[in-house]
């Protein structure tokens, strides 16, 4: 089945480490594949750590999108649309893929939507996928058989707070 984590509060990706540990801790292998991030957050190094858990990280990152030069996103693009391949290729080894941020990589056209939806539909009978990401369009919603929406109410950043390593990275 799909797993869809979204909106504009904490917890999207703090859910999939969850699932994942869940998943691995029950003999399931899993596969984690991050988008948008450079492989710094503190639940990277102790996924890798757990038997049949493995991560995937973008070999290029520069930071958030809208920040990238155009040339930038082309290069993004294309890592994204390769790192893509390399999961849809291996995942008949996993019985739970995370895509962390992929809600984002597709809502930037990161690789091919149409491959990507196609993808996900040919999961849904034989593995479990977790999507993770804000405003996901409605096509991913839609294909999703678990839609959790995580919203905030009141954060530390809205006091001038930033993000805090262990809590939020």
């Not at 019985?95 to 962390?100: N, P, R």
């Amino acid at each position: 089945m799909i797993h869809l984590y979204h909106g504009d509060g904490k917890g999207k990706t703090t859910a999939s480490v969850g699932l994942a540990v869940r998943a691995a801790g029950s003999g399931m292998k899993v596969l984690f594949v991050q988008f948008f991030k450079n492989g710094s957050s503190s639940e990277v190094e102790v996924l890798r750590s757990i038997p049949g858990i493995d991560v995937l990280i973008p070999a290029v990152w520069y930071g958030r999108y809208r920040k990238m030069t155009d040339e930038q996103q082309e290069e993004i693009r294309k890592c994204y649309t390769a790192l893509m391949r390399d999961v849809a290729d291996k995942a008949g080894e996993y019985g739970l893929i995370v895509l962390d941020e992929a809600v984002s990589a597709y809502n930037y056209g990161m690789f091919d939507r149409d491959s990507f939806l196609s993808t996900l539909d040919d999961w849904k009978d034989s593995r479990e996928a977790v999507l993770t990401g804000r405003d996901p369009a409605p096509e991913l919603r839609e294909i999703a058989d678990y839609v959790t929406e995580m919203k905030k109410e009141k954060h530390p950043f809205d006091e001038g707070i930033m993000a805090r390593k262990g809590i939020e990275f």
